[in-house]
């Protein structure tokens, strides 16, 4: 079965610092993999994903992400972060050919001003 | 124009009470989910459905029962509910993997539905 996970819970950096979030997935061939972010009291909103290609994709908001097959990990990144970016951030993995996204258990970035 | 609408977007309720959350969307889509989000931000699958037939239906009490009455529009509705009920309930969409179309399994979602049960 698949699984996602964030081995950060909170994280806080102060603003213009830059940013890494982890994430490693758990499944035997190249997965589609997302960032999503959730700010309070809303739904999820797309920051990027990966599906084949160039392992480093550029999103919204100044994101980027990589894919590394070899740690099976795709980290998200942000050279500096503004206090706008505070949110819940989570990163979901699907199987090629399935029909559902699993979820990570999410990282709660807060950012100091 | 809201792609992914649900409603309410708040609801308080006793417990041993019915209720139900709507959702539509108006973005073409063929498949169409709830999430649950507990109060530690997790979320879960509950169910998919596809061009109206469930595809999906994870460990979820049989108390939950979504319908479809059409692919742009997925209901859940709750009997008897119960504390443990309480959770944020997501409604997402998204092109079927297998619809030739390239989609690639990227989820739109609704901006959620807190539900408390008292």
């Known amino acids: 079965a698949q699984s996602v996970t964030q081995p950060d819970i909170h994280i806080t950096v102060s603003e213009g610092a830059s940013l890494e979030l982890r994430c490693n997935y758990s499944?035997?061939?190249?997965?589609?993999l997302f960032w999503y972010v959730q700010s309070p009291g809303q739904g999820l909103q797309l920051l990027l994903k990966?599906?084949?290609?160039?392992?480093l994709v550029q999103g919204i908001k100044g994101f980027e992400a990589e894919f590394k097959r070899s740690q099976s990990s795709f980290n998200l990144r942000k050279p500096s972060v503004h206090w706008s970016d505070a949110a819940e951030y989570f990163c979901?993995?699907?199987?090629?050919?399935?029909?559902?996204?699993?979820f990570g258990t999410g990282t709660q970035l807060k950012v100091e001003l | 124009d809201t792609a992914v609408s649900q409603t309410p977007k708040y609801l308080v309720t006793q417990m041993g009470n019915d209720k139900s959350i709507k959702c539509e969307q108006n973005?073409?889509?063929?498949?169409m989910y709830w999430y649950k989000q507990d109060s530690k931000k997790f979320l879960k699958i509950m169910f998919s459905?596809?061009?109206?037939?469930?595809?999906i239906n994870e460990t979820v009490p049989n108390r939950f029962s979504p319908k479809s009455p059409d692919k742009a529009h997925l209901n859940l509705h709750i009997n008897s509910l119960e504390l443990g009920d309480s959770a944020v309930y997501f409604c997402?969409?998204?092109?079927?993997?297998?619809?030739?179309?390239?989609?690639?399994?990227?989820?739109?979602f609704g901006e959620g539905s807190r539900l408390t049960v008292l």
């Open positions: 979901a993995s699907g199987r090629r050919g399935g029909n559902k996204l699993t």
């Open positions: 499944y035997g061939a190249t997965p589609y």
């Open positions: 990966y599906f084949s290609g160039d392992t």
């Open positions: 973005l073409g889509h063929d498949t």
């Open positions: 459905y596809n061009n109206k037939e469930l595809i």
């Open positions: 997402a969409s998204s092109l079927a993997l297998t619809s030739g179309r390239g989609h690639t399994g990227e989820l739109f």
